[in-house]
Every structure is written in C-alpha cells, then in structure tokens.
C-alpha cells in the first residue's frame, strides 16, 4: 500500500514515515477519537502470515515493556507510538544492567506466554521516557503451550521451513544461523548480544557481510569485555555457542542480573586478563608404582574436562597443562606461561581399592592457597571426588559448575583413562595400545560416549601414521563416531571425526562442514574442533583468513600445543602471510626446538619467502631430529634445488627416484624440479595413502605452474575442492625454483 503524509487509512491520520522493514513501512499517524499518536505498520502483502503473526503475539503480551497494539485493520497493525531511539553503548555497568533488566522483563513475559522473538537487537529497542520498549514481533515464534499456567494458549504459527534463516546476522544464535529450530534459549544469546554492545560499544560479532557476521556467530568467539567479572560470566553464558550451555530461562537471567547487588559486581572494572582462568596441573603419581601414572595423569584430565563446562572460565587445555609435568617449576612461571590466574595441583596415591587425593587451588600471583583438601576414599567414590573438587573450585572462583550427564561403569573408565594416557604419547606403538584400552572400555560399557570418541580418533590416527590401511581404518573410524554420537548425539569430538574422515578420507567437503559446525556448536568444544576445522575445511575452501583465526583460538585454549602452532605456520603459509608463518615458527621452536613438524612449515614459509637457504636448514634439522618422517627428503631435496645446490638436491632424489612408495615430498621435489610425470605419480600415491597435506595443495606455489595441465586438473578434480578455493595467483610470484 502506497501512503503519504495527510492520506487517511481508517479513522487515522498518516504524519510521517518511521521505518521500513521486511514485511512493509512503519507511519508515525494521529488518531482523532482519543488525541493521541500511533505507529501504523502497513503491510506489503494484505495482512500476510508473519504480520498477522506479529498481531496475535502483541496482543497477548501486556507488559510495560512492550509495545502495546491497539487495533488491527485488514492489511495494517495500530500500535503504540513511541518517542524513543534505540539503545547504545559503551555504557557504565550499572546503566547496563538497568536497561538490561528491561529488556530482559519484557522477554520474560513474551516467553511466558510461549512466545519467542527471534530478532532481538538494539533496532527493535527503544528507550522513551515512558522506559524500554520492545518492538516488531513480526518474526515471532509462538508455541501452543505457554510456559506460564495462568498464560493464554494461541494459536500456533505454521513452522518455519527446515534450513530457513530467520533473525538479523550477528543478533541471531547460532541455531537460528544454521536454520534449526529457536526456542527462547535463542533470544537468550540475541540478548546476550545486545548487552555485550551495551557494555562495549561495539558488536561481538562484527564484520564486512552478513555472510562473515554469520560464520562469526557460528564459529568466533568474541573478545573479553572490559568490565566486572561476574557481568563477564552473564555476557559469556548468555553468548554459549549450544544452547543447553546457556541460561535455560529470562528468568535465571534477570535473577543473575538482580544478584549484582555488591558495589564489586558493577563498579570495579576488571581487565581481560583478570577474568577467571585457571590450568590443572597433572596430578603427582604418589603411589611407588609408575604403571598408575595414568590413572593420577587421568583423575586431573578428568578435573579438567569437568572445569571446562563452566561458562565463563577459561581453561586451559591438557596439552599446555601438561608441558609441565615432572618440572619442578614455581608456579608464577607456569601460570605466566600458561596466561592464567590460578592454578589446580594435586597428587594421587593408590593402594588396593583406596584412593588418597590431595588437590589445592592456588592464586599464582601472590602463592596464596584458595582452597584445599585430601580425600581418603574407596575407589567406587572416585567420581565423586571429581564432583567435589570440582564444585569447590566453582564457589572459589564465583562460577557455576554444570551436574555430570551420565554414570560410567568404573572398569570401563580406567580403561578409557588408560586409552588417552596412551594416544597422548603419539607414538606407533602407543597408538596400538590406546585402541586395545579403548575397545575394552565399550566392551564393558557399550554406551560410553568417550569412549567411542576416543576410539574413533585413535583409529583414524592410525591410518595418519601409516599403521593401518586407509581403506580398512575409514570404516571403523566412522563406526566408533557413530557409535558415540548414537549415545550423545552433539559430541564434539565424535563429530570432529566425522569431519575427519568425510574431508582427509572422502574428499566430501559438505559433510565435512556438516559435521565441523555440529562440532563447533556443540556444549563442550574442545581446541582440536577449531584447529581441524581450519585445515580440513577451511583451508581447501580458500577461506584461509578464516583458518589463520581458527587456529588462533585453538592456541589460545591450548597455547603451548605444538600441533595447534603448526597449524596456524601452515594456516599463515596458505594464506600468503610467510613472513609472518616464519615468525610463528620461531616462537614454536622456543617451545621445542626440536619439534620437526615446526621445521617442515618454516622450511616451506622460507621457500615461498625466496629464502631457500634457511628452507635448506630447517628441512635439514626435520630429517636429522625424524628420520622416520619419509617426505622430509624430498622437501630437502626441493630446497637444495632452489638454493643451487644442485649436487645434493640430485643425491637426496636419487635416493628416492623410482622408489616403490612415493609420497608428497617426492611430489614436491619434482614440481619444483619442473618433473611432471614423475610429480603426478607422487601425487597418486599421497592420494592412495590421504597424506595429510593434500587439501593445501591448491595454496602451494610449488604447484601453480601447472594449474594449465590437464593431468593436474584431473587429479585436483578428484579431490572435490570447492568453488572458491582456488589460490590467488599472486601468490606464485612469491615462490622462486630453479625452473618454475
């Protein structure tokens, strides 16, 4: 309907245009019976689904936070005029919070009354003089069974169709982005939003489109707010990634709010860095017997793990955590080390089927003791001795501990404690005996979730390492995933698997993303989701910028993980930054010098740099420190070629030269040697054995050149690369061969 200001529609007097939105304008308008002014919404369509949607929610809501309906005409709404704007940060705390109970009153009641809003922002908020009101319910969910008793039942909306996306980018949960079902538990995280602007100024989830503002919402998360610590845990509950990590309720949420009742809560700004953080030592083995060293190694990981389902906490990973083990180190320097404020250490002894465990928390800045105590228990009791330490550590730091899910059969547990000990240490034959502890574990307990997790990647870390068949591993990798995902269908690292195998093994990129957002959606997230989702998804997309970031946040849960820190080198290197590839090198190798997977990313970052003789180098150090590594020849080789030591690149490749079992750095070698009969065959039989670097290979310069033969087509084609993730072709200008 087209209006003009001194048209009439009905009784009432159009003035001004307000707005414009999805479903048609907004009119400021006068109504004549009873002086007062009115918001008109005119609808583009005559009286369409959303907006006699939107007319049955307004109407039965009456709050004085939100904005009241009037009367309803065939194709127009008549609400509330309100002479507002909308609200914006940074704001003090305290102001914060006042309008945050507001907002959070007026949601309340919507939910009450099974309600849900779904597009939440700052736009659909205004504040008058009258208080805050809410706005536009035109995108409004209602559900047949309010979860007030004394609320009126409505109408049910036909159900959104599955995959829809409905909501604003950067306001709307990540289920809402993934077009799943809402439920208020979405409102929740678009609240959580808004008040995270409200506090700083700024949205969480910025970026150039809306496309990058929904892939943030799903996979960043956003930086720490400047502001109290106990509005820190609300903002980042509230922002959970999984629903069932969020606040459940608008009313657990105003009370949390209310609960800000101490001059501390609002007024003493904290820093990032003074949000609570907290790393678990590995527990000291007391025991006399060094076979029990995984069960002290397990009790702490188990600890652990339970820390990391508290929102708000920062915890850092077993990788990093565990450096430390058998160092006799102060504790300032490991926490400094570690980015943390506080730390858990503790020591276990065994004997029989008595357990003593001594644990104490510690503030490392000043060495005082938080908190404390031994248990002497029988060994049934070992779960609630996590519970107990667990809980205490939660009333120490004032965060809120979730319940454990599900019992575990006691025989099954050690077992699968015994199975991580094992596939921590990445050896060939701990890798054997991480499967066998493992199997024993679901044996015993079939619906063991972890279990079957842990399976699942031992068994595709097997084929990694060459010692099993691809073809044979693939299926029982999938298998044990599925297995774990029949019992806890949003396990984030069965998932990962998943995208493991459906990525490295199948080449299926779309499942691999399926099962990478279901990963990175999921309550608990463990680092290796954000680190694989880089280089298995992102990588081979093109979406390289993306990757670098992923790494970045795997790193910062884990930051001293020397796998994490190759893959932001080799992230860095895709995305043309090697300068800056080369400098994280040098900061991993501070870590361990004599890491060789450090050395072989540096060593490609210096070769595209035109900085062949330190790639010559580094390469040098991979083979001497992993004589085993059986592509490292052939990336030495292709170095000394594009030094001009043309004498020891032909030695290294004869070597390998018409060797029964190629691999990726022979391919290499022969791209750069400008070879490519032989490079092609290498590439077959990296593909036959799914070597781990062939989703970059499209970002490799060593490759570019030939982009134009139809045989490198072909075998590109065979890989399924998506759209999009082609390499840049300025790229290739960085790389300096003796031929290419």
Same mark, same amino acid.
């Given at each position: 309907?087209?209006?003009?200001?001194?048209?009439?529609?009905?009784?009432?007097?159009?003035?001004?245009?307000?707005?414009?939105?999805?479903?048609?304008?907004?009119?400021?308008?006068?109504?004549?019976?009873?002086?007062?002014?009115?918001?008109?919404?005119?609808?583009?369509?005559?009286?369409?689904?959303?907006?006699?949607?939107?007319?049955?929610?307004?109407?039965?809501?009456? =709050?004085?936070?939100?904005?009241?309906?009037?009367?309803?005409?065939?194709?127009?709404?008549?609400?509330?005029?309100?002479?507002?704007?909308?609200?914006?940060?940074?704001?003090?705390?305290?102001?914060?919070?006042?309008?945050?109970?507001?907002?959070?009153?007026?949601?309340?009641?919507?939910?009450?009354?099974?309600?849900?809003?779904?597009?939440?922002?700052?736009?659909?908020?205004?504040?008058?003089?009258?208080?805050?009101?809410?706005?536009?319910?035109?995108?409004?969910?209602?559900?047949?069974?309010?979860?007030?008793?004394?609320?009126?039942?409505?109408?049910?909306?036909?159900?959104?169709?599955?995959?829809?996306?409905?909501?604003?980018?950067?306001?709307?949960?990540?289920?809402?982005?993934?077009?799943?079902?809402?439920?208020?538990?979405?409102?929740?995280?678009?609240?959580?939003? !808004?008040?995270?602007?409200?506090?700083?100024?700024?949205?969480?989830?910025?970026?150039?489109?809306?496309?990058?503002?929904?892939?943030?919402?799903?996979?960043?998360?956003?930086?720490?707010?400047?502001?109290?610590?106990?509005?820190?845990?609300?903002?980042?509950?509230?922002?959970?990634?999984?629903?069932?990590?969020?606040?459940?309720?608008?009313?657990?949420?105003?009370?949390?709010?209310?609960?800000?009742?101490?001059?501390?809560?609002?007024?003493?700004?904290?820093?990032?860095?003074?949000?609570?953080?907290?790393?678990?030592?590995?527990?000291?083995?007391?025991?006399?017997?060094?076979?029990?060293?995984?069960?002290?190694?397990?009790?702490?990981?188990?600890?652990?793990?339970?820390?990391?389902?508290?929102?708000?906490?920062?915890?850092?990973?077993?990788?990093?955590?565990?450096?430390?083990?058998?160092?006799?180190?102060?504790?300032?320097?490991?926490?400094?080390?570690?980015?943390?404020?506080?730390?858990?250490?503790?020591?276990?002894?065994?004997?029989?089927?008595?357990?003593?465990?001594?644990?104490?928390?510690?503030?490392?800045?000043?060495?005082?003791?938080?908190?404390?105590?031994?248990?002497?228990?029988?060994?049934?009791?070992?779960?609630?001795?996590?519970?107990?330490?667990?809980?205490?550590?939660?009333?120490?730091?004032?965060?809120?501990?979730?319940?454990?899910?599900?019992?575990?059969?006691?025989?099954?547990?050690?077992? +699968?404690?015994?199975?991580?000990?094992?596939?921590?240490?990445?050896?060939?034959?701990?890798?054997?005996?991480?499967?066998?502890?493992?199997?024993?574990?679901?044996?015993?307990?079939?619906?063991?979730?972890?279990?079957?997790?842990?399976?699942?990647?031992?068994?595709?870390? =097997?084929?990694?390492?060459?010692?099993?068949?691809?073809?044979?591993?693939?299926?029982?990798?999938?298998?044990?995933?599925?297995?774990?995902?029949?019992?806890?269908?949003?396990?984030?690292?069965?998932?990962?698997?998943?995208?493991?195998?459906?990525?490295?093994?199948? =080449?299926?990129?779309?499942?691999?993303?399926?099962?990478?957002?279901?990963?990175?959606?999921?309550?608990?997230?463990?680092?290796?989701?954000?680190? +694989?989702?880089?280089?298995?998804?992102?990588?081979?997309?093109?979406?390289?910028?993306?990757?670098?970031?992923?790494?970045?946040?795997?790193?910062?849960?884990?930051?001293?993980?020397?796998?994490?820190?190759?893959?932001?080198?080799?992230?860095?290197?895709?995305?043309?930054?090697?300068?800056?590839?080369?400098?994280?090198?040098?900061?991993?190798?501070?870590?361990?010098?004599?890491?060789?997977?450090?050395?072989?990313?540096?060593?490609?970052?210096?070769?595209?740099?035109?900085?062949?003789?330190?790639?010559?180098?580094?390469?040098?150090?991979?083979?001497? !420190?992993?004589?085993?590594?059986?592509?490292?020849?052939?990336?030495?080789?292709?170095?000394?070629?594009?030094?001009?030591?043309?004498?020891?690149?032909?030695?290294?490749?004869?070597?390998?030269?018409?060797?029964?079992?190629?691999?990726?750095?022979?391919?290499?070698?022969?791209? !750069?040697?400008?070879?490519?009969?032989?490079?092609?065959?290498?590439?077959?039989?990296?593909?036959?054995?799914?070597?781990?670097?062939?989703?970059?290979?499209?970002?490799?310069?060593?490759?570019?050149?030939?982009?134009?033969?139809?045989?490198?087509?072909?075998?590109?084609?065979?890989?399924?690369?998506?759209?999009?993730?082609?390499?840049?072709?300025?790229?290739?200008?960085?790389?300096?061969?003796?031929?290419?």
């Amino acid at each position: 309907m087209h209006l003009n200001p001194g048209d009439k529609l009905g009784p009432y007097e159009i003035l001004a245009p307000i707005g414009a939105g999805g479903m048609g304008a907004v009119w400021k308008a006068h109504d004549p019976r009873l002086n007062r002014h009115v918001a008109i919404k005119v609808s583009d369509a005559r009286f369409s689904e959303r907006f006699g949607r939107e007319a049955r929610a307004v109407a039965a809501l009456n =709050h004085p936070n939100i904005c009241q309906i009037y009367d309803v005409g065939p194709d127009y709404l008549v609400m509330e005029f309100i002479d507002g704007v909308p609200p914006r940060g940074p704001l003090p705390p305290a102001e914060a919070v006042k309008l945050a109970l507001a907002i959070a009153a007026g949601l309340e009641t919507a939910h009450d009354n099974g309600i849900t809003h779904r597009d939440l922002k700052p736009a659909n908020i205004l504040i008058a003089k009258s208080g805050v009101k809410l706005l536009d319910f035109g995108l409004a969910l209602m559900t047949a069974a309010p979860s007030s008793p004394d609320a009126p039942t409505l109408a049910v909306a036909a159900p959104t169709m599955a995959g829809t996306v409905l909501g604003t980018a950067g306001y709307m949960s990540p289920e809402q982005a993934q077009g799943k079902t809402a439920d208020p538990r979405s409102d929740i995280f678009s609240f959580g939003v !808004v008040l995270y602007e409200l506090l700083s100024g700024r949205p969480p989830f910025a970026a150039d489109t809306a496309i990058e503002q929904l892939a943030a919402v799903l996979y960043k998360e956003p930086g720490p707010l400047e502001t109290t610590p106990a509005l820190q845990t609300i903002v980042t509950r509230c922002l959970s990634k999984t629903p069932a990590a969020r606040y459940q309720t608008m009313s657990e949420v105003r009370a949390a709010l209310e609960n800000l009742h101490q001059p501390s809560d609002l007024n003493t700004p904290a820093k990032p860095e003074e949000l609570p953080s907290i790393a678990v030592l590995p527990f000291a083995n007391m025991s006399g017997d060094k076979e029990q060293e995984y069960f002290s190694d397990g009790l702490a990981e188990e600890i652990l793990n339970l820390l990391t389902k508290i929102p708000g906490l920062r915890v850092i990973a077993r990788t990093s955590a565990f450096a430390f083990k058998g160092q006799n180190l102060d504790i300032r320097k490991i926490a400094e080390a570690l980015g943390v404020r506080n730390i858990l250490d503790g020591s276990v002894r065994r004997a029989a089927n008595r357990i003593r465990v001594t644990a104490q928390l510690i503030e490392a800045e000043n060495g005082s003791h938080l908190w404390g105590e031994r248990y002497d228990r029988e060994m049934t009791d070992v779960f609630a001795v996590q519970d107990e330490i667990g809980a205490a550590i939660s009333e120490a730091l004032r965060v809120r501990l979730a319940p454990r899910k599900q019992a575990v059969n006691l025989e099954a547990w050690e077992h +699968c404690l015994k199975g991580e000990f094992h596939r921590q240490r990445n050896t060939p034959e701990s890798a054997g005996s991480a499967i066998e502890h493992y199997e024993r574990a679901v044996a015993i307990d079939p619906n063991y979730a972890q279990a079957w997790s842990g399976l699942a990647l031992s068994r595709f870390v =097997h084929a990694m390492i060459r010692q099993a068949p691809v073809s044979e591993t693939r299926s029982l990798a999938k298998l044990a995933a599925e297995k774990a995902l029949s019992v806890e269908p949003s396990h984030s690292e069965a998932h990962t698997v998943l995208a493991l195998v459906a990525g490295i093994f199948d =080449h299926d990129w779309n499942e691999a993303e399926k099962h990478h957002l279901s990963a990175l959606t999921s309550e608990n997230v463990h680092p290796r989701a954000h680190y +694989c989702f880089a280089y298995n998804l992102l990588v081979p997309r093109g979406r390289v910028r993306e990757a670098v970031e992923q790494c970045r946040i795997s790193l910062a849960a884990d930051p001293l993980n020397l796998i994490y820190h190759d893959g932001l080198i080799w992230c860095l290197y895709c995305a043309g930054e090697y300068s800056e590839a080369i400098d994280s090198g040098h900061r991993a190798m501070e870590i361990n010098p004599n890491f060789h997977l450090t050395m072989t990313g540096m060593g490609f970052a210096q070769l595209a740099s035109g900085l062949p003789g330190d790639a010559v180098r580094s390469f040098s150090r991979a083979v001497e !420190v992993a004589p085993w590594l059986t592509q490292a020849p052939g990336y030495l080789a292709a170095a000394c070629l594009s030094a001009g030591e043309e004498d020891r690149a032909k030695e290294l490749s004869n070597q390998f030269r018409g060797a029964s079992r190629l691999n990726f750095g022979h391919a290499v070698y022969y791209a !750069v040697a400008g070879e490519p009969e032989p490079m092609l065959e290498a590439l077959e039989a990296a593909y036959e054995r799914r070597e781990l670097l062939l989703p970059r290979i499209q970002q490799m310069p060593f490759f570019h050149p030939y982009l134009e033969n139809p045989r490198y087509q072909e075998f590109l084609n065979r890989l399924h690369f998506p759209r999009g993730g082609q390499p840049d072709p300025a790229l290739s200008s960085h790389f300096r061969s003796g031929t290419a």
